[in-house]
C-alpha cells in the first residue's frame, strides 16, 4: 500500500500548495486620511490632538518620519498610491473637479486589480476622487478592481457628520448615520462578516477616510475630548482628528478579535500636507499642522507632501521603531505586489519600490530618486522637486533655479547648500531634467486634458 501512497503524495503536493498558498499570505490594509498634516498626530508631536489608537499602531510597528504622498493634492496623490506611478504620467496633474473628464484611464492598472487577479478579495469605502463624474461613464472603484465599494467622488456631503453622497456598488447610498471615518469601517466590519472573510483571506482593504479635509465636523463625543478648547473650529478639527482615530480603533479591535492581527500588513499615512489656507466659505476649520515643515498642502516644498506614516505588520515590521528611510505611496503598489507574490506590471514605468527589502533589513532598490511635479504650486516659484537620500532639489517650472537642502539637518529647508555641493547639484539636476521629460512625455499620452479647468483654484 505504501508504494502506491507515496506517488500519490508526490502528485498531490504542488495542488496542495497551491490550495494553502492564500492563507499563507498576509491581508492587506490602507488607512488613508484627507489633509491629516505631518504634525497632526500625537505620535508625531502633536501637544493637543488625542490619538491613542494610531499611537498604539505606531508603537506595534515601524513609524517613518520621512513618509511622502505622490502629490502635494489629493486626487494626483490617490493616484500615485493605485498604480505606483507619477500621477503627472498619468495626466492627473491637479485636483479634479466635477464635470471635466479627467479620471483615472482603463490603461492604468491598478493595485486592487493586481491582487483581485492573485486571489484576494478587495474593498473599498471612502473618498474616492479618481473620477470626476458619477454616473458609470468614467472609472468608479468597481471598474478599478474592487468587489464592494462605497464611494463619494470627492467630499462628503454636507460634512463628515451623517453624509448623503455616498455610492454603494453603484447605488446612491442615501442619508447615512454618523461619522464618514466611522462609516467607511462599519462598512468594511460588514462585508468581512457577510462574507466571511476573516476565514477566507486574504484580502485588501482600501479604506479612504474623509476626515480632515473640509467641511470637518466632529460628533459631540469628541467634541467633549476637548473642553478647554475656546475655539469651536479648532475643536472640530481636533475631533475629527480624534473621531477617525476611533474608526481606526474600531477595525484594530475587530482584527484582534478574529484573530487576524498576525497576518494582517497595515499602511496608514495621508494623501498630502494640511490644509491651513482658509479658502472655504463659513467655518474655517482647517487647523491641520505641518509640524517643523515648510509650506503646507498645494507647496512643492516639504508639508506639502510630507505625511505621517506607519506600518504595523507583526513579525516583520520591528515594533516601536523609529525610521527616517524615505518612503512614498507610490511605493505601496511593489510592496503589494511583493507581499501577494506577485510581479509589478513589467509593461510600463513604475515610480515606486518595494518595501519589504528594508523590512528586512535590506537597502530599497528604486528606479530613480524620489520626483514630485505639481504645476499649480503655490510655493512660488518652485513646482518640481527630487529627493536622493538625504539630499532635496528644488526646481522652478522652467528647471532654471535651483535650491539643494540636507534634510538629516534641515528638515526645516532653511539653509539653501547649493553653492556648497556644486557637484552634487549638477548630478541631481541632471536627473531631474530627465525625469521632467519622460514623465511629460507619458502625461502627454494619457489622454486625460492637460488644461487646467478654470474652476480648479478652489479645493
Given at each position: ?75 494626483p496623490s490617490r493616484a500615485g498610491l493605485m498604480t505606483g506611478r507619477n500621477p503627472n504620467r ?65 467630499n462628503a456631503a454636507p460634512s463628515h457628520l451623517n453624509p448623503r453622497n455616498f455610492i454603494r ?264 531634467r530627465a525625469l521632467h521629460a519622460e514623465i511629460g512625455a507619458d502625461g502627454a499620452k494619457s ?13
Open positions: 500500500m505504501k508504494r502506491f501512497l507515496l506517488p500519490l503524495l508526490f502528485a498531490l503536493l504542488p495542488a496542495l500548495a497551491s490550495a494553502a498558498a492564500p492563507s499563507s499570505r498576509p491581508n492587506i490594509i490602507v488607512l488613508l486620511c484627507d489633509d491629516l498634516g505631518y504634525g497632526d498626530l500625537s505620535c508625531f508631536a502633536n501637544p493637543n490632538i488625542h490619538t491613542p489608537n494610531l499611537d498604539q499602531l505606531a508603537r506595534d510597528g515601524v513609524r517613518f518620519t520621512d513618509c511622502y504622498s505622490a502629490s502635494p493634492v489629493c486626487s498619468l495626466g492627473i496633474r491637479d485636483w479634479i473637479p466635477p464635470q471635466t473628464g479627467i479620471f483615472l484611464r482603463p490603461a492604468e492598472i491598478t493595485v486592487a486589480q493586481l491582487l483581485k487577479k492573485a486571489g484576494y478579495h478587495t474593498f473599498h469605502a471612502g473618498k474616492w476622487h479618481l473620477n470626476s463624474r458619477t454616473d458609470g461613464s468614467e472609472r468608479t472603484p468597481g471598474d478599478a478592481g474592487f468587489d464592494h465599494w462605497l464611494y463619494t467622488q470627492n456598488n453603484g447605488q446612491p447610498a442615501g442619508e447615512l448615520q454618523g461619522p464618514s471615518s466611522h462609516l467607511v469601517v462599519a462598512e468594511a466590519l460588514r462585508w468581512l462578516d457577510e462574507t466571511k472573510q476573516a476565514k477566507d483571506a486574504p484580502f485588501f482593504l482600501n479604506l479612504w477616510f474623509h476626515e480632515t479635509h473640509e467641511p470637518v465636523a466632529a460628533a459631540d463625543e469628541f467634541l467633549a475630548q476637548y473642553p478647554n478648547e475656546a475655539n469651536l473650529d479648532r475643536r472640530h478639527y481636533f475631533g475629527a482628528a480624534t473621531q477617525m482615530d476611533a474608526a481606526v480603533g474600531k477595525l484594530l479591535k475587530y482584527l484582534d478579535e478574529h484573530g487576524l492581527r498576525e497576518n494582517t500588513f497595515i499602511f496608514f499615512t495621508s494623501d498630502n500636507g494640511p490644509e491651513t489656507l482658509n479658502r472655504y466659505k463659513g467655518a474655517q476649520r482647517s487647523h491641520g499642522s505641518p509640524g517643523p515643515l515648510r509650506g503646507m498642502k498645494l507647496h512643492i516644498t516639504e508639508a506639502g507632501y510630507r505625511v505621517p506614516g506607519i506600518v504595523r505588520w507583526p513579525g516583520h515590521a520591528k515594533a516601536g521603531t523609529t525610521s527616517a528611510e524615505p518612503i512614498c505611496n507610490v511605493d505601496f503598489l511593489p510592496t503589494a505586489c511583493a507581499l501577494a507574490g506577485i510581479e509589478p506590471p513589467k509593461d510600463r514605468a513604475l515610480d515606486g519600490a518595494s518595501l519589504l527589502p528594508f523590512l528586512a533589513g535590506k537597502p530599497i532598490r528604486r528606479p530613480h530618486p524620489l520626483y514630485w511635479q505639481y504645476d499649480f504650486a503655490i510655493s512660488d516659484p518652485w513646482a518640481v522637486s527630487l529627493r536622493d537620500g538625504r539630499w532635496k532639489l528644488l526646481a522652478n517650472s522652467k528647471l532654471d533655479q535651483f535650491e539643494l537642502y540636507d534634510l538629516t539637518a534641515d528638515i526645516g529647508e532653511k539653509q539653501n547648500v547649493a553653492s556648497q555641493h556644486p557637484d552634487r547639484l549638477k548630478a541631481m539636476t541632471a536627473t531631474m489622454g486625460n486634458p492637460t488644461a487646467r479647468q478654470p474652476n480648479a483654484k478652489k479645493k
